[in-house]
């Protein structure tokens, strides 16, 4: 069974640029979970999305944003990028449903020079 | 707020040398604590939840414990593949997000 994947899997852009991010879920999963992971921090909650709308979101901008699709596949978006934006972006999916374990892709690597 | 804390940061052990990695956790209301291995620039890869106090999982070298303020993974005889960086999370009821904490480096030595 495929696991969760992401792409691209490595990105570059300059300060100010803005940046998509895709997730496509493991078979069946329909909640897409985003969290972010700097350098020497844990990872970070960004946004929660579950049969196509946003449940939850973490303590960040709106420049931060996303979206899933009807196929349950998820785009994370950020505008106007900034230095600290750099880090590792996770996607995970899970099931729906109480104490469904969340599955993670390997990640994007995000550097904003 | 949720708060996950976990010790040591970095750990090194000869290959064989069992021990402990801690996390302690502050939340109101535990729906679940999850521990999952990450291997540099990869993806969290999942090991355990655990849901009440008293509760115990196992899995190859690992075993996973939980009481109300903390979790230990215990690990046995550990090889050098066993090295990674450990995390742990928890999630509330009510809140589909997980805590993370920052994680214990291992590091086993052959």
């Known amino acids: 069974e495929a696991g969760v994947t992401q792409s691209p899997t490595h990105l570059i852009k300059t300060r100010g640029q803005q940046v998509t991010l895709r997730c496509s879920p493991i078979s069946g999963h329909t909640s897409v979970y985003w969290y972010q992971q700097a350098l020497g921090l844990g990872l970070q909650f960004l946004l929660w999305?579950?049969?196509?709308?946003?449940?939850n979101r973490g303590n960040f901008p709106p420049r931060f944003s996303g979206r899933q699709f009807p196929n349950y596949s998820s785009e994370l978006n950020v505008n106007a990028l900034e230095l600290e934006d750099s880090a590792l972006y996770l996607c995970?999916?899970?099931?729906?449903?109480?104490?469904?374990?969340?599955?993670f892709g390997p990640g994007t690597r995000l550097t904003v020079l | 707020e949720d708060q996950v804390t976990q010790s040591p940061e970095a750990l090194r052990l000869q290959e064989g040398e069992s021990s402990s990695l801690n996390c302690s956790y502050t939340?109101?209301?535990?729906?679940?604590l999850f521990w999952y291995r990450q291997d540099p620039g990869k993806g969290p890869e999942f090991l355990f939840t655990l849901y009440s106090a008293g509760e115990e999982k196992e899995k190859e070298r690992l075993k996973a414990t939980l009481t109300k303020k903390e979790s230990f993974l215990h690990i046995t005889a550990p090889k050098p593949e066993d090295s990674a960086t450990y995390l742990c999370?928890?999630?509330?009821?009510?809140?589909?997000?997980?805590?993370f904490g920052t994680g214990t480096r291992l590091t086993i030595i052959p």
């Open positions: 995970a999916s899970s099931l729906s449903g109480v104490t469904a374990t969340q599955y």
């Open positions: 999370a928890v999630q509330h009821f009510g809140n589909e997000k997980l805590t």
């Open positions: 939340v109101s209301g535990l729906r679940g």
């Open positions: 999305y579950d049969e196509g709308e946003e449940r």
